[in-house]
C-alpha cells in the first residue's frame, strides 16, 4: 500500500461497532473509529467526504438490505465493512447464511470503490467470548478469503491481544471504549498505507485485580442495565437499532464537530 495515498472519501457500514458505541461524546452521541478516522483523513485532503450507515443492532442481512447498494452508489475511495459478528452471538445462527451475505455485500462494493476494507472484529477476553469464538473464527476465515478474491484488505483487530482486554470495553462489555475506537482507527489509518502515529497494539500496562466484591457489583450491574435488556430484546425479536436512522446518512463534506 502507498504510504502517500489520498483518499478523498469514506463509506462505513455495519452494526453499533461502525456506529461508535460506546464512545460517547458530551452530548450524548457517539463518536467511535470511523469518525476518528474520517477526521484524521480530512487533515489531508480538501472537500474530504464521509458518510456512516451504520445502525447498532443491525445483522448481516439488514447490512445487505438496507446499507449496501446505498453504499455503492456512492462510488466512494474508501468503503469499510464489518457486519457478521452480531448474527454469530445469537443463540441459533445460520453460518452458511452469514458466509453467503457477506459474499454478497463483497462482491457489490469491491468492485463499485476505490479500497474496499474488512475486518477481524475485536472480541473481549471472557467466558462469552470463549462460547462463540468457533463462530467468530469462521467469519474470519471467510473475511480473509473475500479479501484475497476482490482485493479488500483486511485489518486484525482479533489478532491484536490488547483489543481483549477487559479494560479496553465498556461496562457493557459488548463495545470499546474511547481508548479502543482511537486504537481502531489508527489500525484502519495504518492499513490504507498512512504513516503511523503510536502503535496500536501496545499492550496495558499489568491489571490491578479488583477485590471480590468490586467484580460482584460490576457483574450486578451489567446484568441489571445490560444483560437482562439484551436477553429481553432477544426474545420478543427486538433490537436495539429498530427505528434509528443511518448515523450519516449522506456523502457530504467532513466538518469536525464543535466543541
Known amino acids: 500500500m502507498e504510504i502517500n495515498a489520498q483518499y478523498n472519501s469514506l463509506v462505513a457500514l455495519g452494526d453499533s461497532f461502525t456506529e461508535g458505541m460506546s464512545d460517547r461524546l458530551p452530548d450524548g452521541t457517539y463518536r467511535g473509529w470511523a ?18 450507515l451504520a445502525v447498532r443492532g443491525k445483522l448481516i442481512g439488514q447490512i445487505v438490505d438496507e446499507q449496501v447498494d446505498v453504499a455503492a452508489a456512492m462510488k466512494a475511495d474508501v468503503v469499510t465493512l464489518v ?5 454469530t452471538l445469537r443463540p441459533k445462527c445460520d453460518m452458511g447464511r452469514v458466509r453467503g451475505l457477506l459474499t454478497e455485500a463483497v462482491e ?9 476494507v474488512l475486518m477481524r472484529s475485536p472480541g473481549r477476553n471472557g467466558p462469552v467470548m470463549e462460547r462463540f469464538r468457533p463462530r467468530m ?42 481508548e479502543g475506537h482511537r486504537r481502531v482507527a489508527e489500525a484502519v489509518w495504518q492499513t490504507l498505507g498512512l504513516p503511523a502515529e503510536h502503535d496500536w497494539r501496545t499492550e496495558l500496562p499489568p491489571a490491578v485485580r479488583p477485590g471480590w466484591a468490586a467484580r460482584r457489583a460490576a457483574d450486578a450491574r451489567f446484568a441489571r442495565e445490560h444483560l437482562g435488556p439484551w436477553v429481553m430484546r432477544r426474545l420478543t425479536g427486538r433490537s436495539s437499532g429498530d427505528g434509528l436512522p443511518a448515523k450519516r446518512p449522506e456523502l457530504l463534506p467532513y466538518e469536525a464537530p464543535t466543541a
Open 137 to 178: 473464527e469462521e467469519l474470519f476465515v471467510h473475511v480473509d478469503e473475500l479479501a484475497a478474491r476482490h482485493g479488500a484488505l483486511v485489518v486484525d483487530l482479533y489478532g491484536a491481544p490488547v483489543l481483549g482486554d477487559q479494560r479496553m470495553w465498556d461496562v457493557d462489555r459488548l463495545h470499546l471504549t474511547d
Open 108 to 116: 457489490k462494493l469491491a468492485p463499485a470503490c476505490g479500497q474496499l
Open 35 to 52: 469518525d476518528l478516522l474520517a477526521a484524521r483523513l480530512a487533515t489531508r485532503t480538501p472537500e474530504f467526504r464521509y458518510a456512516n
Open 83 to 87: 457486519g457478521g459478528l452480531n448474527d
